[in-house]
């Protein structure tokens, strides 16, 4: 080094990024997130209504409940989805100057085990399956509640597990979540994907080294973070761009 001046270091890629230069292969099984991308939370906004709250108030809702939830993740606190929900809900209730009633917030989040699935789901499920790619659901709310979701809107013959965030306490988007999932698939984190409809679920998947697929339910994606492998207007184009991915 000479005096003074500034230490050149040689940067040798090591294999994660080989593998982000190699680009991504085809998966040897599928996470799907559950809530927004399997399943539509737009009726929710009705229960909205029977607590107090504005139907309009139900993204609202649902980005603070991600926030206080991500708040305690990073300070090192874990509850599980049921209790961050209704905390949230009870906060939005004190701010507009109302009083949460527990019948009524009990009732709000039972909707939660009468959502509807999106239309393009079982397609997609159906394409993978054929392919001989595994599909699991990757969830920030319980196992169980999920698993009869899925039974409800008959998806659950193509599932293998659900995976819920409970069982690591910790919240999706932290690293550890997905490689939970890849370790249960048994599978390299490079040969799991995650598909999401959510920006911030991709990024962190991709984070934890995951191959990535983007839904748009919505067109906007963040900038500042992680673009998706794949993207696709349906469940089904995103599925149909997976199989599409070389195997080697």
């Known amino acids: 080094m000479m005096g003074g001046g500034a230490a050149w270091v040689a940067f040798r890629p090591g294999p994660a990024v080989a593998e982000e230069k190699r680009g991504p292969l085809r998966p040897e099984a599928v996470a799907f997130d559950a809530i927004g991308t399997l399943f539509d939370l737009a009726p929710v906004g009705a229960r909205l209504r029977d607590v107090g709250l504005p139907r309009e108030k139900l993204e609202e809702w649902y980005a603070r409940l991600l926030r206080d939830a991500a708040a305690l993740d990073i300070t090192g606190v874990y509850r599980p989805f049921r209790q961050v929900a209704a905390g949230t809900l009870e906060a939005m209730l004190a701010d507009a100057g109302k009083k949460a009633d527990g019948e009524r917030a009990e009732a709000f ?17 159906q394409r993978l399956t054929e392919a ?18 899925l039974k409800r809107a008959q998806l659950d013959a193509h599932v293998e597990r659900v995976v819920s965030i409970d ?46 697929g983007f839904v748009a339910r919505k067109a906007g994606y963040h900038p500042a973070m992680d673009g998706p492998h794949v993207r696709g207007e349906s469940l089904q184009h995103v599925a149909d761009a997976l199989v599409a991915l070389p195997k080697s």
Do not use: C, I, M, Q
């Open 167 to 212: 069982e690591v306490r910790r919240w999706k988007p932290a690293r550890e979540v997905y490689r939970h999932a890849a370790g249960l698939a048994k599978v390299k984190p490079e040969r799991l994907a995650l598909v999401a409809a959510h920006d911030w679920d991709v990024h962190g998947a991709h984070r934890a080294g995951l191959v990535t």
């Open 109 to 125: 989040l039972s909707a939660f085990s009468e959502l509807p699935a999106y239309p393009d789901a079982a397609p997609a499920f």
């Open 132 to 149: 001989g790619v595994r599909v699991l659901v990757l969830t920030n709310g319980g196992a169980d509640a999920t698993a009869k979701l």
